[in-house]
């Protein structure tokens, strides 16, 4: 079992930045796979970024706004958002799995096992 706490969220106006950090209790941290989703409310949970084990593989939708990066000396991951717009108000959660997935596959949800309880992100117009 990771247990994982995101930190960073707060009230942004649009075209602000926001840093998010996912900080994990793994002894071995780099064997996950670590994920950033959000959900906003009435809609279902999105994928926006993961980073691979090894750091150099990445899944970023939306790679023009949004940059994954993990410290492993840290146990730490870190989602940085610039241009945020109104409709990237959501709560954020960390996730991580343990199966070396890639490429598309680290976007499904459920090949992650272990969740953080979220940080909440508002982003005003």
């Known amino acids: 079992q990771v247990y994982l706490a995101e930190s960073g969220g707060g009230l942004v106006q649009a075209g602000g930045s926001l840093r998010l950090s996912c900080s994990a209790s793994?002894?071995?941290?780099?064997?996950?796979?670590m994920a950033w989703f959000r959900q906003a409310p009435g809609k279902e949970r999105e994928f926006v970024a993961a980073v691979s084990q090894s750091g150099f593989d990445k899944y970023i939708p939306d790679e023009g706004r949004f940059a994954i990066f993990r410290d492993d000396a840290k146990n730490t991951i870190y989602l940085q958002m610039n241009n945020l717009k109104p409709e990237d108000t959501a709560v954020y959660y960390c996730?991580?799995?343990?199966?070396?997935?890639?490429?598309?596959?680290?976007?499904?949800?459920?090949?992650?096992?272990?969740w953080g309880q979220g940080t909440q992100v508002t982003v005003s117009s």
């Open positions: 996730a991580s799995t343990y199966i070396p997935i890639g490429g598309q596959d680290m976007g499904v949800a459920t090949n992650y096992g272990s």
């Open positions: 793994a002894r071995t941290f780099t064997v996950y796979t």
